[in-house]
């Protein structure tokens, strides 16, 4: 098996999707625990030569570093890094629609190397584009952007529906699987739908696409207990997502 950077674009590749992936330490593009396993995946993957590639947000500003006073009262600041000093920009872009607005989405790439000779690439995507607005262009900014809820779904809006895309102008549509690490990366169930219904000619999802659909994706969690779980309001949703996607999730049974 060739690895992924000379394999044919055609030849079908798991991909996984994660909010947060660990590589190194110097690139703060991870929290905690769930990164560090996102990147683990990801390495077991290139070392035993499986077709598989990551894609996350880029965060140019980190997570945070943490600062204590003398009483235990933590302050926040930036962890700014240079995304240029590690990874390749890639010409391929994006839109994704959120609140209505376009937002342009573009990649870059850092390649695991395996020990096995095989490179597994991790897409990382990036909204700081002056196509966008200085809000649009803050989405990828800061991993889990403070705790908003609408700021953290626009972000998931990012991965899980520019993701996909991304994958394909990139030169991947033929994919095995989605695997989803943790529900920040649910979304992607909307382009597959939408294209799944499209393909049959269908009006709605019936039983036979939301199989297919089923059928291609894979989840595993992190953190099995409701606080690690995103919930969003149904209004906030169709703010963000538009009513015609929020109508198909509710069709699907999602």
Known sequence: MTDLVSRPPTESLVAYFS???????????????????????????????????????????????????PNGVQTESPSEWDPEAYLELLPARATVTIEGRQVVVQAWRYLIQGASGATVPVYFLDTSLPENSPEDQALTDILYGGGDPRHRL??????????????????????????????????LTIPLLERAIAESGAVEPGPEILDAVRHVCVFTTHTPIPAGQDQFPVDLARQVLGDQRIDLLQAAGT
């Open 19 to 69: 909010l947060e992936i660990g590589l190194i330490s110097t690139m703060p593009t991870y929290s905690g625990g769930l990164g560090v396993l996102a990147g683990d995946t990801l390495r077991a993957a290139a070392d035993l030569r499986v077709p598989m590639a990551g894609v996350t947000l880029l965060y140019r500003k980190g997570y945070f570093h943490q600062h204590l006073d």
């Open 154 to 187: 626009a972000q998931e809006v990012v991965l899980g529906i520019g993701g996909p895309e991304l994958l394909r102008r990139l030169g991947h549509p033929r994919i095995h699987a989605y695997h989803m690490n943790e529900g920040h990366a649910a979304l």
